[in-house]
């Protein structure tokens, strides 16, 4: 099993419409978690950190469930602007600051 | 504020070419990483510094693959002699010690014909 998984897609979709990616990782003990995004030839930017209890940034919510190791991200409302592809990142290794193992990517197509 | 600055944008080389990548990390973070990014194995970490001391480089992929972090505001990843299975884009990465939220430089571009 690879450390982190994720549906590379692409997720079609229309404007204004919901989408969700989910990601699995394979190291129980991790304990931070992200999503990036990337855009196009363009370098990985943080779009946000996964709490245990779930957090919402606007239109994005990210929810972390430790029993199945999977992560999730719902964009609502999607605009053209949310086209890019979303990195699900997981550090495995508690206390260790370079340990980050990122996926490889979800892309998302958001059209007219 | 300037961000993670890397140079070149890119490159284009012919196999057995020695090649140099720069990074200039943020002023102030301490911790600095170099990644590969490529279609088939997606972003890959090859080795980081805390304090200019590398750390972890088990992602290195062979001795042909070397890097350096002489200062605090300065790094060069180095491929001699390159191959075409090199060809990728470099990611140079920085943080501070008491964050995890690493900000990536624009990428280098990397082509070995």
């Known amino acids: 099993r690879k450390e982190v998984e994720q549906d590379p897609g692409p997720f079609n979709v229309p404007e204004g419409a919901t989408v969700a990616f989910n990601c699995t990782y394979s190291?129980?003990?991790?304990?931070?978690f992200f999503w990036y995004r990337q855009d196009c030839r363009k370098e990985p930017k943080l779009l946000m950190s996964?709490?245990?209890s779930g957090n919402e940034d606007g239109r994005f919510t990210a929810q972390l469930n430790r029993a199945s190791q999977y992560i999730s991200l719902l964009i609502r409302d999607s605009k053209l602007s949310d086209s890019a592809t979303y990195l699900c990142?997981?550090?495995?290794?508690?206390?260790?600051?370079?340990?980050?193992?990122f996926g490889k990517g979800t892309k998302l197509s958001v059209k007219p | 504020d300037a961000g993670v600055i890397q140079s070149p944008r890119h490159e284009v080389t012919e196999m057995g070419q020695e090649v140099t990548l720069r990074c200039k990390p943020i002023?102030?973070?301490?911790?600095l990483f170099w990644y590969r990014q490529t279609m088939m194995r997606g972003l890959e970490l090859l080795i980081y510094?805390?304090?200019?001391?590398?750390?972890?480089d088990s992602g290195m992929p062979e001795d042909r693959f070397s890097a350096k972090m002489p200062n605090a505001s300065f790094s060069t990843l180095k491929i001699q002699p390159s191959e075409p299975r090199d060809s990728a884009v470099y990611f140079c990465?920085?943080?501070?010690?008491?964050?995890?939220?690493?900000?990536f430089g624009s990428g280098t571009r990397l082509t070995v014909v």
């Open positions: 990142v997981v550090n495995p290794t508690p206390g260790s600051q370079g340990n980050l193992i």
């Open positions: 990465a920085s943080t501070a010690g008491t964050r995890r939220l690493q900000a």
């Open positions: 996964v709490y245990s």
């Open positions: 510094f805390n304090n200019n001391v590398p750390i972890d």
């Open positions: 190291n129980s003990a991790s304990q931070s």
């Open positions: 002023s102030g973070h301490d911790y």
